[in-house]
Every structure is written in structure tokens, then in C-alpha cells.
């Protein structure tokens, strides 16, 4: 008879993770950088531009990973983990890194006091929704994709992975194409996102068989 031994919680970073760890460093120090003195650099307004400016047949496929931003997602997510793996502690940890993400970013942009791309570029943005309120660095929506990307990272096989950074990073490319976030916002929205998931996860326990 095999007994169903309960999986072990891991807390500790694996190399890999440590990596992650100094990829939202590098992220969140270039969005800082960038957004630091309040203005909008050339090299920022260009890249925006670039994005926001793309043609507006475009839109709908957008529109649909830009919801991985979702303040719901806080919601349902841990819901579905839940449901999913049957266990709690995997619920928990993707509860902690989307909310986390959805509530520092809040925190974050008080702090910072940005205003978004209409603030800089009245004349010019191309607004594809209602005009979003409040300010700008960081991006909650990229932080709640990245979160929720990075403490899921360890339960999913290896090559289901990079698709989920990829509809990560269509997010918060998605926000700049609707018009409501700047780039610096959406690299510190990705580097605090990692580092809630990897909090999370690092708090709750990765649970390894």
C-alpha cells in the first residue's frame, strides 16, 4: 500500500528565484529611475508613443490579457488555486501576491506621485477607455499579472511558464496602449509584482513532493 505523504513547504529561494529576485530589483530601479524627477524623458515619451500609437485593430486582442490585472483577480485566482490543488497553502500564497501586488501598488503611487500619460501628453495620448483616475508609478494592473505570475512559477511545468510572463507582460504593454500608464510605471509594476509573488510564496511555503 503507497501512502499520499503531504508535500513539504519549502521557504527558501531556489537559484532561479534568486535571479527572479534581482530581475524585479533591476525592474523596479528602472521605473524609479525613470519616473524619479516627476518629468517625462524623451527615451520614455518615444517608447510610449511607439506603443499607444499602434493601430487600433489591435485592441481586442489586448483586451483580453490585460484583465490578468484585474482587481477580481485577487479573488478569483486563490479561489481556482484552491479548487485546483485541493490545498491551502498554494490559495494563500497567490491571495497574499495579487492583493499584495493590487495594494502596494496604491501605496507605491502615493508615495511616488506620478501623474499618468495624460497628465505629460494632454495633446497627444490615444485614450481607448475611460480616462483612468488617480496617479500613475507603478502600474497595480502589471503588479497583480507579474504577482500572480511569479507564485504560480513553481506549480506549473517549466514550459507553461514563459507563456504566463508573456500574457504578464501583454498586460502591462496593454495598459500603455490604452493610455493609462507610462513605461517607467509598468517596469516597476513588473518588479513589484515579482517580488509579491516571490514574498508570498517565500512566507507561505512552496509545497515540494
Same mark, same amino acid.
Given at each position: ?71 477580481? #483577480?485577487?479573488?478569483?485566482? =486563490?479561489?481556482?488555486? &484552491?479548487?485546483?490543488?485541493? +490545498?491551502? $497553502?498554494? @490559495?494563500?500564497? *497567490?491571495? %497574499? ?14 508615495? #511616488?506621485?506620478?501623474?499618468? =500619460?495624460?497628465?505629460? &501628453?494632454?495633446?497627444?495620448? +490615444?485614450? $481607448?477607455? @475611460?480616462?483612468? *483616475?488617480? %496617479? ?14 511569479? #507564485? ?58
Amino acid at each position: 500500500m503507497v501512502l499520499d505523504t503531504p508535500p513539504i513547504a519549502r521557504h527558501r529561494l531556489r537559484p532561479s528565484e534568486w535571479g527572479l529576485a534581482a530581475l524585479a530589483l533591476l525592474l523596479m530601479a528602472a521605473g524609479h529611475w525613470w519616473a524619479r524627477d516627476g518629468e517625462l524623458p524623451d527615451g520614455e515619451r518615444r517608447v510610449f508613443e511607439a506603443v499607444n500609437e499602434l493601430p487600433d485593430g489591435v485592441r481586442f486582442a489586448w483586451w483580453a490579457p490585460m484583465q490578468l490585472g484585474n482587481a477580481l #483577480v485577487w479573488v478569483v485566482a =486563490p479561489l481556482l488555486m &484552491l479548487v485546483k490543488t485541493r +490545498r491551502v $497553502r498554494p @490559495a494563500v500564497a *497567490t491571495f %497574499l501576491a495579487t492583493f499584495g501586488g493590487w495594494l502596494g501598488a496604491k501605496a507605491v503611487k502615493r508615495a #511616488v506621485q506620478r501623474g499618468r =500619460p495624460e497628465f505629460f &501628453l494632454a495633446d497627444s495620448v +490615444r485614450l $481607448r477607455e @475611460a480616462a483612468p *483616475t488617480g %496617479l500613475g508609478f507603478i502600474s497595480g494592473h502589471t503588479a497583480v499579472a507579474f504577482g500572480l505570475a511569479t #507564485v504560480l512559477r513553481p506549480y506549473l511545468p517549466a514550459r507553461f511558464r514563459p507563456v504566463l510572463y508573456g500574457l504578464a507582460t501583454l498586460t502591462g504593454t496593454g495598459r500603455m496602449y490604452f493610455g493609462a500608464h507610462l513605461p517607467a510605471d509598468v517596469l516597476g509594476g513588473a518588479g513589484f509584482g515579482i517580488a509579491c509573488g516571490l514574498t508570498a510564496n517565500a512566507i507561505v511555503g512552496i509545497e515540494d513532493r
